[in-house]
């Protein structure tokens, strides 16, 4: 057994007239997440924690925002390259447990079809995929609607 747990964190700003990709799913708002690429929080902070659990840097070192090729790219395309770095050196993902803070919308209704995204890029079961949310009851920048966060917490173990 050779067991390698990781975090990772992400943020974003929302503004009026953007997508709002969370998890891979694009969700109904009026606002949308501002990034070089499709701004996804959750899957950003999944990539981190996996990245994290093997010492390999962090997604600004792999997926640079400077890069023209990652301009509004599909975040589950990234996570795809990630998971890649993971089982070239020898790991699978275990589960994984996330979190995402926001004030509006509500966003558990849409967590099934982030899970089954999730599931299918990390080839995991959904019941090995862990998606929350929460609001941070209308204090700071989560709060005034002006940005999003996520939490990812990955466990991989040797093949
Ligand atoms: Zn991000």
Redesign the pocket.
């Known amino acids: 057994m050779s067991y390698r747990v990781g975090s990772g964190t ?1 943020f ?1 700003r929302l503004e009026p007239g953007r997508d709002l990709w969370i998890g891979g799913v694009k969700i109904p708002h009026f606002m949308g997440a501002v ?1 070089h690429s499709d ?1 996804d ?1 959750l899957l ?1 902070a999944i990539c981190d924690a996996l990245l994290g659990a093997l010492c390999l840097g962090d997604i600004g070192i792999h997926f640079p925002d400077t890069d023209p090729a990652l301009k509004n790219i599909d975040s589950k395309i990234l996570l795809v390259k990630t998971y890649d770095l993971v089982k070239a050196k020898g790991y699978y993902v275990v589960n994984i447990d996330s979190t995402i803070c926001l004030e509006k919308p509500k966003i558990m209704p849409h967590a099934g079809a982030m899970k089954k995204n999730i599931s299918a890029i990390l080839e995991i079961g959904e019941n090995d995929i862990s998606v929350k949310a929460t609001t941070t009851e209308k204090m700071g920048f989560a709060g005034r609607e002006e940005g999003l966060f996520a939490y990812a917490t990955a466990l991989l173990n040797k093949k």
Request: hydrophobic share 35%; glycine share 16%; charged share 15%.
């Open positions: 992400d974003h990034g701004a929080v950003h």
